[in-house]
Nanobody, 115 residues
Framework: QVQVVESGGGLVQPGGSLRLSCAAS????????MAWYRQAPGKQRELVAV???????NYADSAKGRFTISRDNAKNTVSLQMNSLKPEDTAVYYC?????????WGQGTQVTVSS
């Protein structure tokens, strides 16, 4: 069964950029749908971006034009490039891997956007 570990979070000023990475272990990474979610304090977890095994991509409206999701099946990784960050992007970001009955979550990585 796949396991995922996020990295790349941190503190960044408004307007800055961060790149989150998610490393997956296990077999058949290339056929998993991979996604990034986030959860801000006091709010529900929400989908940020998703990329399917066929490289179909969708973004939350809040992420469109600023965030880019990508995957590297040779390295078993999925990344989220975040540009033009805003204070409202502050949240714990989670990587998710989904295939049939498998739904794996990482521990999350904190992103804080503040001056």
């Amino acid at each position: 069964q796949v396991q995922v570990v996020e990295s790349g979070g941190g503190l960044v000023q408004p307007g800055g950029s961060l790149r989150l990475s998610c490393a997956a272990s296990g077999s058949f990474f290339s056929i998993y749908t991979m996604a990034w979610y986030r959860q801000a304090p006091g709010k529900q977890r929400e989908l940020v971006a998703v990329i399917t095994s066929g490289d179909s991509i969708n973004y939350a409206d809040s992420a469109k034009g600023r965030f880019t999701i990508s995957r590297d099946n040779a390295k078993n990784t999925v990344s989220l490039q975040m540009n033009s960050l805003k204070p409202e992007d502050t949240a714990v970001y989670y990587c998710n891997a989904q295939l049939l009955h498998v739904n794996a979550w990482g521990q999350g990585t904190q992103v804080t956007v503040s001056s």
